[in-house]
């Protein structure tokens, strides 16, 4: 399924080529400034930039503007992206610039696939083709330099955006061979895919930890976020949502005391056919100060639907009953024969493992602004699924996708959050409603409210060993809501193997670990229940984020109860056979590389202090990132839980730019911490309690422990590294309260109350 999805969208404000309207043509571009004296005629006469790729371009003076399709929010991904053309095109990292892409047709690249940033993939899915596309680029600027120079391109050296020719000391600059038109070699497919690529041991910026280009811009201010967007004319838009999450409806508006409030516009009840939102009212004003107290004066009464009884107890009964099903769910692994094994087996575990809905919170919250010009309508917005968010804001203005332009911004933050639009359709209706451009800002009560949270899993495991303590069974049974279906996009849905339809494998990757155990079963049991009322999303990590909490967290009860070391155990059970071959070994050199960093096993420890392990293959088994940490805590007789230390070692093949690679596990670690000890939604009467950070606490500054990193890289295919050192941390933290105190827990977030508990236990 990792096939399917592949690119994003942007655009910058400015008059750059990738600012004008999809499917503008140069040619078009002259014609629509026919009417301004001069213009035409001097935009015909300027050199053209020269394009080996729709996504990059070299201009006459040579600086070498890389189109990004994927969303920046702050993980340096444009960046990353111009650093792998300019290996390959030999340009000088000052000449680099990145730009955005739109949604422009041009940019649904076949061999990258839908424009979507997630699951770890932009680096990985994206180092050959941009490697290839800067080659191309090379090869065409060195067949034109050899026809200006009059010598053969083969003794031509390329290096810091100069083709030099050292046998008779001429030489040209990128800017030379763009202007003299001499460039013009295009490549086919095949022709591209032919292109033999720099090895690992001749990079010269593939490696290197080079400033990043969006930096100065973030730094200055003129950086555009979604929330920055100005339109002339502009209203502003507050949301008034229901108090339920989903399924609400609006019965009546009275908006006498709104009318009350200066510059207020007009109350928009959302008719939203994409079923993206229910039960929204828009309060649209000349400000936003005026638009919030307008939504605070209108009064909404509400059906709340078939939802507003549900809460988070109810969610789990559900989950429960549903895995007590025989036939519940569908097979996601289903090797050998558990049942059996586990009827001959010396000793069976059976264990239950819960996590809570969780939320994104990114500082920038959700926004959008959308202008009808004519036919068209404009969004500008930072997302995450541009191929997706099109669709849905040209299903809240009821026209046809063609005629959506994305405006891709900077992304205040994202984490998964923003694979959804929820936020462009209130913009689009009230746009639509008041006939001018409308800016839609969600408060945090809202975007907490709103969000499209983590969904709330319980998962049941049973596992068998024989009297040797070797693992011979395993039964993993997952229950949530299922995210991806919501999408309604069949080629995101992977067929169970027991050919009973299509199941969410972004609900159970991970189950499908390297370890070899011969009678293995994963189900993936969907909670309706949990599906309609909490619509959920895919929160940085997705299920490894939880399928690793229970994998992880059993392997070291089998540990345990065997009397085994928890890391030499996993160690012998990464043997490589099978189907686990590669994989299992580059899982088990992480783990080793993680407890020498540690010293794990080699120094004694004060009473109440331990250390845990945990291993994985994030994010899924077929881009796996091979992750491990160790995990240092101490445990206080009242169960409080401080983590010292987390050691974390990933394998990520080739690294672009080591700087960037540390920042990101170090930030992935201690979004795992959070997500381990602190965060925690709850769902009341429908609707979520938590409306705030002072009720919804991520991890504080004064809790964040040392993180040690260690980074290995082997020249294989670059993997990603957003994402897997979340999903490692909390298995590791919890073996290692184990080992500190003897409490075994098994629901996060990990709280002092349920430690204590254990501990007496």
């Given amino acids: ?19 004008f309207l999809v499917g503008t043509a140069a040619t078009g571009l002259v014609l629509g400034y026919a009417g301004v004296p001069g213009i035409g005629e001097a935009l ?38 111009a650093q792998i053309v300019c290996e390959e095109l030999g340009a000088k990292w000052s000449d680099m610039r990145v730009n955005l892409a739109s949604n422009d047709p041009k940019f649904n690249d076949p061999v990258l696939g839908a424009q979507i940033t997630g699951g770890s993939w932009s680096t990985m899915m994206n180092f050959d083709a941009m490697s290839r596309a800067g080659a191309a680029g ?154 919030k107290k307008a939504a605070a004066a209108l009064k909404v009464s509400y059906d709340g639907g078939p939802n507003a009884k549900v809460s988070s107890e109810s969610l789990y009964a559900e989950a429960k009953r549903l895995q007590g099903l025989d036939d519940s769910g569908q097979f996601f692994v289903k090797d050998g024969d558990p049942a059996a094994a586990l009827g001959t087996a010396a000793k069976v575990l059976e264990a239950e493992y819960t996590t809570s809905i969780n939320i994104h919170a990114p500082m920038e919250p959700m926004n959008a602004t959308a202008e009808f010009k004519g036919d068209i309508l404009h969004i500008y917005s930072g997302n995450q699924f541009a191929t ?27 984490f998964g959050r923003r694979l959804d639009a929820d936020m462009m359709v209130p913009a689009v209706q009230a746009a639509k409603a008041v006939g001018k451009p409308v800016k839609v800002i969600y408060t945090r009560e809202n975007d907490m409210t709103m969000d499209f949270s983590r969904p709330l899993t319980y998962q049941k495991v049973k596992a068998g060993v024989d009297g040797d303590g070797k693992l011979v069974a395993l039964s993993h049974d997952v229950v949530s809501a299922w995210p991806t279906q919501r999408w309604g996009i069949p080629d995101f849905l992977t067929p169970s193997v027991d050919k009973k339809g299509p199941l969410d494998a972004f609900t159970v990757n991970g189950s499908d670990f390297f370890y070899t155990v011969p009678n293995h079963h994963v189900r993936a049991i969907k909670n309706e229940m949990a599906h309609n009322a909490t619509p959920s999303g895919q929160l940085r990590s997705v299920a490894p984020g939880w399928t690793f909490w229970a994998v992880e967290s059993m392997i070291d009860e089998i540990a345990a109860a065997t009397g085994k070391d928890p890391a030499q155990y996993r160690i012998s059970l990464l043997d490589g056979a099978g189907k686990n071959d590669g994989g299992a070994q580059r899982l ?115 809790q964040v422990p040392e993180v040690a990193v260690a980074v290995i890289a082997n020249g294989e295919k670059a993997t990603g590294v957003g994402e897997p050192a979340v999903t490692v941390v909390a298995p590791a933290i919890g073996n290692a309260i184990f080992n500190a105190s003897g409490a075994r827990v098994r629901a996060l977030p990990i709280t002092a109350e349920a430690v204590k508990g254990a501990m007496k236990a």
Wanted: hydrophobic share 40%; charged share 20%; glycine share 10%.
């Fill in 138 to 291: 090379r090869m065409a600027l060195t067949e034109g330099a050899a026809a200006s120079m009059g010598v053969p391109a083969s003794e031509l050296v390329v290096r810091d955006s100069m083709i030099s020719h050292p046998k008779s000391k001429k030489q040209m600059s990128f800017a030379d061979i763009v202007k003299s038109g001499k460039a013009t070699k295009a490549f086919t497919p095949d022709e591209l895919k032919a292109i033999k690529l720099k090895t690992p041991d001749q990079y010269i910026m593939i490696g290197v930890s080079v400033p990043q280009l969006d930096i100065p811009s973030k730094t200055n201010g003129t950086a555009k976020y979604g929330i920055d967007v100005m339109i002339p004319g502009m209203a502003y838009g507050a949301v008034v949502t229901p108090p339920v999450r989903y399924g609400a409806t609006v019965k009546s508006v009275d908006d006498s005391n709104a009318k009350k409030v200066p510059g207020f516009i007009k109350a928009v009840t959302l008719d939203d056919k994409t079923q993206t939102t229910t039960g929204w009212v828009v309060a649209v004003a000349n400000t936003y100060a005026n638009a």
């Fill in 1 to 19: 399924m990792n096939q399917h999805v592949k690119n994003v969208t942007s655009e910058t404000s400015d008059l750059s080529r990738r600012s």
């Fill in 588 to 702: 088990r050199n992480t783990l080793l590389a993680a407890m020498g960093l540690a010293g794990y096993g080699t120094k004694e420890l004060p009473k109440g202090e331990g250390m845990g392990v945990a291993c994985v293959s994030s994010q899924e088994r077929a881009t796996a990132s091979w992750t491990a940490c160790v995990a240092h805590v101490a445990v206080a007789p009242s169960g409080e839980v401080t983590v010292k230390k987390l050691t974390v070692a990933t394998d990520v093949g080739t690294q672009v730019h080591p700087d960037n690679i540390r920042a990101q596990v170090e930030g992935a670690a201690l979004w795992g911490l959070s997500l381990a000890l602190y965060e925690k939604a709850t769902l009341k009467d429908g609707g979520i309690e938590q409306t705030n950070f002072d009720g919804y606490t991520p991890l504080r500054m004064s």
């Fill in 388 to 414: 997706r968010s099109g669709a849905i804001a040209a299903g809240a203005a009821g026209i046809d996708p063609k005629f959506v332009v994305m405006h891709q911004m900077w992304l205040g933050g994202g």
């Fill in 44 to 81: 015909a006469a300027a050199p053209a930039n020269f394009e080996p790729s729709v996504w990059y371009a070299i201009s006459p003076d040579g600086l070498v503007t890389v189109t990004c399709g994927k969303a920046d929010m702050g993980q340096h991904i444009a960046s990353t992206m």
